[in-house]
């Protein structure tokens, strides 16, 4: 169980939430200043004054006055009327970690909001109620507003939900663990949909998969320069202090640890006729570690977007005013999840380059053509390369920034909109064409490292061979590669490479 303290969630929180489905609670000390918002609203419906989606209506909308005795409705009308997302449904995990989000905004205290609101998040996330949220219509500018829509649907028995495996009416899926729907009052309707948690918790998915096939890539670049028997000069430390950037140093120190008792590198440090590799070789750390450093910042920027209050109008204590601004305006996200695709088309390009190497006799130091023990007659992973080139060339075409687009909607009052949606989308797609590439050079590195015998490898490095020879045996002659390849790239998909070493390696890590 986790609670969420706004301000003080942390990304390791966020990625449990992700990763593990763990349940989440609001903290209890969110209750007062909530309170104090929702009382404030309450007044405001009591009074003469016009406020921006509590007694008036949305959008270009917005100068017309809506009737005390209509209130409820305006906020369910704007739900239903809200829900017109289309394309494949937003996965499970996903899901859990918007609604999370939407607590933890919520529970700021500055959304006019009742209690019992975020109880009912809470009690959805508690009993696997999980809204079908479709992955398409959102323009990320005055909030997520169709994908939340059909969030907040479910929460007032309209939509649908999986439970327990099963689609469900919202309605049902409600009363299936004993829920209520709830009855939307002034704002609340509003404060669901405004906000960017939609894009930011897709954005925080493509953050924490792209680290972890970003650390991966650091065993596989160590496996295939040791399979090419690569210099390692390239990772003498003080290269790397005398340029000073984090993610160039831990890059080079993670690979010189990998390598350091490497019997294949033992044999040839003394006796080197390469003066120069590839930059695919000899540039690791400072390609790679720029691409941790970027992922880095845009870490920074999602850790503050998941602790912000993000709808309109605001309600602020100090001074005791009720605003409207512009926080659901998702440009900041919208950066973010450009600088992450940025990366993951980076890492995939380096890495595309060293497998295309090691399968190159002219590049990687005497091995066999293609990897294969009798080219030929067989064509080893001839193939396998071109599939990491034809990924490598998608995410170099899906990695142009979605933030430099725009396009006015709602009738021109929303003229400038931030496309965070389509940028943090895109890189589930992006990161799955990743970890195939890595997956990829894992084959070939750890095929070429055993074409190295009876030099051996690293202790490090061996490990991750034996795993992967638990389902991959080593090619011999041509066969259906297919599983292969989805086996190796399971391997990087799951982490394991770095679970295992992480006691021995210092990797990288996305803290400060």
């Excluded at 503050?304 to 204590?317: G, R």
């Excluded at 890492?347 to 399968?359: E, H, M, N």
């Excluded at 396998?384 to 995410?395: G, H, K």
Aim: aromatic share 4%; proline share 5%.
């Amino acid at each position: 169980m986790i609670i969420l303290t706004p301000q003080q969630v942390t990304l390791d929180q966020l990625e449990d939430i992700y990763r593990n489905l763990t349940a989440v609670k609001l903290s209890p000390d969110c209750k007062a200043a909530m309170d104090y918002s929702a009382q404030r609203i309450a007044d405001v419906t009591n009074g003469n004054d016009a406020v921006y989606g509590v007694n008036t209506g949305f959008g270009k909308l917005a100068s017309t006055r809506i009737d005390q005795a209509d209130l409820e409705r305006l906020q369910r009308n704007l739900i239903l009327s809200h829900c017109c997302g289309v394309g494949d449904t937003t996965p499970i995990a996903t899901t859990r970690l918007i609604m999370s989000l939407k607590l933890i905004s919520l529970g700021r205290g500055a959304s006019g909001v009742r209690w019992q609101l975020t109880q009912l998040i809470e009690a959805m996330l508690e009993h696997n109620i999980t809204p079908t949220i479709p992955l398409q219509g959102s323009v990320g500018a005055s909030g997520d507003l169709a994908p939340l829509a059909h969030m907040a649907a479910v929460m007032i028995g309209q939509s649908t939900a999986m439970v327990d495996g099963k689609l469900m009416s919202g309605h049902d899926a409600l009363k299936s663990k004993g829920l209520t729907p709830i009855v939307l009052g002034p704002k609340e309707g509003l404060a669901l949909i405004n906000g960017t948690q939609f894009s930011t918790a897709n954005a925080l998915i493509g953050l924490f998969d792209t680290w972890r096939a970003a650390q991966t890539a650091i065993v596989t670049s160590a496996l295939t320069t040791d399979a090419i028997m690569g210099s390692t000069a390239p990772l003498e430390p003080q290269i790397h202090q005398l340029r000073g950037h984090r993610g160039q140093i831990e890059v080079a120190a993670s690979i010189s640890a990998f390598l350091k008792d490497s019997g294949i590198w033992g044999s040839h440090q003394h006796d080197c006729d390469r003066v120069q590799d590839p930059y695919c070789i000899r540039c690791q750390p400072q390609v790679l570690g720029a691409c941790f450093d970027l992922l880095r910042a845009a870490a920074q920027t999602l850790l503050v977007e998941s602790n912000a209050v993000t709808d309109n109008p605001l309600i602020l204590q100090d001074p005791d005013i009720i605003v409207s601004g512009g926080n659901f305006h998702a440009e900041p996200v919208a950066f973010a999840a450009d600088q992450i695709a940025i990366a993951i088309a980076e890492i995939g390009s380096i890495t595309q380059r060293r497998i295309a190497l090691i399968v190159d006799p002219a590049l990687n130091h005497d091995l066999p053509t293609f990897l294969s023990p009798t080219p030929g007659i067989n064509s080893g992973f001839m193939m396998a390369d071109v599939t990491s080139a034809a990924l490598m060339a998608e995410n170099k075409q899906i990695a142009n920034p979605c933030s430099t687009d725009s396009t006015p909607t709602s009738a021109n009052q929303e003229d400038h909109v931030s496309m965070a949606a389509h940028g943090a989308v895109r890189l589930h797609r992006m990161i799955k064409n990743l970890n195939h590439i890595v997956g990829i050079e894992l084959l070939l590195g750890a095929q070429g490292v055993e074409f190295r015998a009876p030099l051996n490898t690293s202790k490090a490095l061996q490990q991750v061979i034996d795993l992967l020879r638990q389902t991959v045996p080593t090619l011999g002659d041509d066969r259906y590669i297919a599983p292969d390849v989805e086996n190796a790239t399971k391997i990087v998909t799951s982490g394991a490479i770095i679970t295992t070493h992480q006691a021995s390696i210092n990797f990288p890590n996305l803290g400060a």
